[in-house]
């Protein structure tokens, strides 16, 4: 399953692993003090969200921070999610390509009592998930039977708010985009005890992201030396 996440991770297309660079090196060039600029309410690293957005707006591209909200129905339990999106327009063929970009791509698929083996699927998720949903898609599969195995191992039911049809539901539901925080109230007057939280979480996600790029140079290296050997 490890080998199958791996391919998953790696099988883009050109324009995909070329935002996927501009995202991470971005990613890692905030500061903490960036994020005292940014304001959205109890922030849920809301914050990193629209600063990323912002850079890459200034980078060309066409991004928003997507907020989408779904209602329960049935056994799936109603929730909300905020995402970034990108949109490339193609003129050749006159269509557009819609990223997904998530910058905790991992937490969404943390579960209790989690066995070894789905500790480490969970490892071989890229950090930082930036894609088509159709691939999105088969990430999700792959986790939620990875989850349903591990579950199993301690006689545990998988719940609801890790069925595929909810970890759809972050990315399928209907979505608004924003440029900007919705409550925004302008420079200067914001706590910085509100981003204590996410300057954590930004330092969490730059360290996860700089172990995922070393670990790929070193394979990279070691396919390198295979090859000449």
């Not at 049935?74 to 557009?96: A, H």
């Not at 990315?171 to 509100?194: A, E």
């Not at 992201?209 to 090859?227: D, I, N, T």
Request: overall charge positive; glycine content about 6%; proline content about 4%.
């Amino acid at each position: 399953m490890c080998l199958y996440l791996q391919y998953l991770k790696y099988s883009m297309a050109q324009h995909e692993t070329e935002v996927l660079s501009v995202v991470r090196t971005l990613m890692l060039t905030i500061k903490e003090k960036d994020l005292h600029s940014v304001k959205s309410g109890t922030c849920n690293a809301s914050c990193i969200r629209f600063y990323l957005a912002k850079l890459l707006r200034l980078s060309g591209y066409d991004a928003a921070v997507c907020s989408a909200r779904w209602q329960g129905g049935g056994k799936v339990p109603g929730g909300d999610n905020e995402y970034i999106d990108i949109i490339l327009s193609d003129t050749e063929v006159g269509q557009d390509d819609r990223l997904i970009v998530d910058i905790d791509f991992r937490s969404h698929f943390e579960i209790a009592r989690a066995v070894d083996s789905y500790q480490r699927i969970m490892e071989s998720l890229p950090v930082v998930y930036v894609g088509t949903v159709a691939r999105l898609n088969q990430f999700l599969q792959v986790m939620v039977d990875a989850a349903k195995f591990s579950l199993k191992q301690n006689s545990m039911p998988l719940p609801p708010w890790r069925s595929l049809n909810y970890l759809r539901s972050k990315w399928h539901s209907p979505h608004k985009r924003h440029l900007g925080p919705i409550d925004q109230q302008g420079p200067g007057m914001f706590s910085p005890g509100l981003h204590g939280q996410c300057a954590e979480n930004l330092k969490r996600l730059q360290f996860a992201l700089q172990v995922e790029q070393e670990a790929e140079r070193f394979m990279k290296k070691k396919s390198g030396f295979s090859r000449r050997n």
